[in-house]
């Protein structure tokens, strides 16, 4: 596996943080709601295999999409009338970049990448 690394985030507005298929997408309203659904999302393979699941050709996916890291951590904290999320994974962007837009759709910024 690759080296940790800590993705530094921000989404503008929480509220409007949701992805395109309502039963893939977060739904909750706090910043640490988000970071728990983020850190799941990472950690265990069930958001992948229910998007998988959607797709036409299932069987066509590439395996490598579903990877998790157990050991994935997600932070949030409301900073003025934004969120700052941070999340430190051995998983690498593509994988981060995919859950992300899953739960929360196109309304995140990535600001920083660091090793861990």
Known sequence: MAAAQRFFIT???LSQA???HAQLSFD???PDSFASTL???LREPSLWQ???AL???P???DPSLGANDPNASVTAKQSDLHTDVEVVTNLPHAIVK???NLLAGRVWKLHDVKLA
């Open 98 to 100: 995919h859950r992300l």
């Open 18 to 20: 949701r992805g395109e």
């Open 50 to 52: 229910r998007w998988k």
């Open 59 to 61: 069987d066509a996916v």
């Open 28 to 30: 909750g309203i706090s």
């Open 39 to 41: 850190q799941s999302a």
């Open 55 to 57: 797709q036409p050709d």
């Open 11 to 13: 989404i503008g507005d």
